[in-house]
């Protein structure tokens, strides 16, 4: 049997005993706009634990691109037509296809909780996915990455069920707000992750204005838009290779601090020579992607935490330090968080990392969709996270 069918009926089986939740989805705004994670560095002057409970205004990053949903008349091939002429293609664009025209329904595709599930866009311009036509029916000895266990289409509400046979008590939650970010809608944005990564570096301890400014001088400095005021097309980004080959004074023209553009370089001389690169954070397992980015100056754990949940689409993360999940968990459990907080206590005030790790257990592989219904638990906003 095709692993497309057999990927279907698997779906439909593993949710024939669950019954089917009633979630009010929000529409989707044609024009809602992405932006990157914050990303505060080991080396950087604060490590944003609370970033995600501050307001908008104070950490907003600017807005970048978001992925043009095509929803097909009937599923029809799963991954994206091969890059056809053109000059000779990296080893990122060589896995990919064009991003310009050719791609395949982006709201149907193999996917797999530990692995990328968002497209991911490389230098170049095409578009990645985890899986190719040529990958997915292959033995996993052969192509590095586990065979895909289920769909972008079915992943959300497989994860849903998972959570409420595990814990009964989350169904009123998951009820009550829809996970667009893991959604099929969420899983089909597309996402620069060089893009992604500076703007979040660029954003750090600084207001959602300032970070916006920042990044309109910066994409200037390399399409000759300086001596303007905005550059209306934000969609527009320098490539690592532009950046790598610029002076840390050349760079802080745009407004950046000498650290920041320290960092920026930095990041970008990791893509040229090939530590960081889209193909990479498409295949690696979890914990080989937490140990690449958190070696790069500029980005700590919190942030490529973020990141990989948000940005790559990776349904397993858990992040202990942040005090919105330990809050929530907390909530949940029934512990009074508000004596806990007077109390003080310290980074570990609401719960220790050990029960933490310990009582989200049960929800692997789906800890990145119970982190984020952890956080609606006490209303903490997230918005700014989930949009790239």
């Given at each position: 049997?095709?692993?497309k ?7 439909k089986?593993?949710l ?6 009633q979630?009010k989805k ?22 944003p ?6 307001s ?8 970048a ?14 991954l994206?037509?091969?890059?056809q002429?053109g000059p ?79 814990e ?11 996970c667009r970010?893991?959604?099929p ?19 750090q301890?600084?207001s959602?204005?300032?970070?916006s ?20 097309d934000l ?21 950046l ?8 370089k930095?990041?970008?001389e ?33 942030s490529?935490?973020?990141?990989a ?22 909530a ?5 968080v508000?004596?806990l907080?007077?109390?003080?206590g310290?980074?570990?005030?609401y719960?220790?990392?050990t029960?933490?790790?310990k ?8 800890r ?21």
């Amino acid at each position: 049997m095709p692993l497309k069918r057999a990927l279907r009926s698997s779906a439909k089986s593993n949710l024939t005993n669950v019954p089917r939740l009633q979630v009010k989805k929000p529409p989707i705004r044609a024009n809602e706009a992405l932006r990157p994670p914050i990303s505060l560095g080991k080396n950087a002057e604060k490590e944003p634990h609370e970033a995600s409970h501050k307001s908008r205004e104070e950490i907003a990053s600017p807005p970048a691109k978001r992925a043009r949903l095509q929803t097909p008349e009937a599923p029809q091939e799963y991954l994206s037509t091969d890059i056809q002429n053109g000059p000779p293609l990296s080893a990122d664009d060589a896995n990919g296809s064009s991003h310009n025209g050719q791609t395949l329904s982006s709201l149907d595709r193999p996917a797999e909780p530990h692995r990328t599930n968002a497209p991911l866009i490389t230098p170049r311009g095409s578009r990645l996915v985890a899986y190719t036509k040529e990958t997915v029916d292959a033995s996993p000895s052969k192509t590095g990455i586990p065979r895909p266990t289920t769909t972008t289409v079915h992943i959300l509400e497989q994860a849903c069920a998972h959570l409420i046979k595990v814990e009964p008590k989350l169904q009123p939650l998951i009820q009550r707000y829809y996970c667009r970010v893991f959604s099929p809608e969420g899983l089909a944005e597309e996402i620069d992750p060089f893009k992604s990564l500076c703007s979040g570096i660029m954003a750090q301890q600084v207001s959602g204005a300032a970070a916006s400014s920042i990044k309109r001088k910066f994409i200037g400095l390399f399409f000759d838009l300086l001596a303007k005021d905005e550059v209306k097309d934000l969609q527009t980004f320098p490539t690592p290779g532009q950046v790598a080959s610029c002076s840390i004074p050349f760079l802080r023209q745009a407004g950046l601090s000498e650290r920041k553009a320290e960092y920026i370089k930095g990041l970008a001389e990791k893509f040229v020579g090939g530590d960081l690169s889209t193909a990479m954070l498409i295949n690696a397992s979890d914990e080989e992607v937490l140990k690449k980015l958190t070696a790069v100056r500029g980005l700590g754990k919190w942030s490529v935490e973020m990141f990989a949940c948000f940005g790559l689409k990776r349904m397993d993360l858990f992040s202990t330090g942040d005090l919105g999940v330990q809050r929530g968990m907390a909530a949940f459990m029934g512990k009074d968080v508000k004596k806990l907080k007077a109390k003080g206590g310290g980074k570990w005030k609401y719960m220790s990392e050990t029960d933490m790790l310990k009582h989200s257990e049960k929800f692997a592989p789906y800890r990145s969709i119970f982190m984020w219904y952890m956080w609606r638990v006490e209303e903490t906003d997230v918005n700014v996270l989930e949009e790239r």
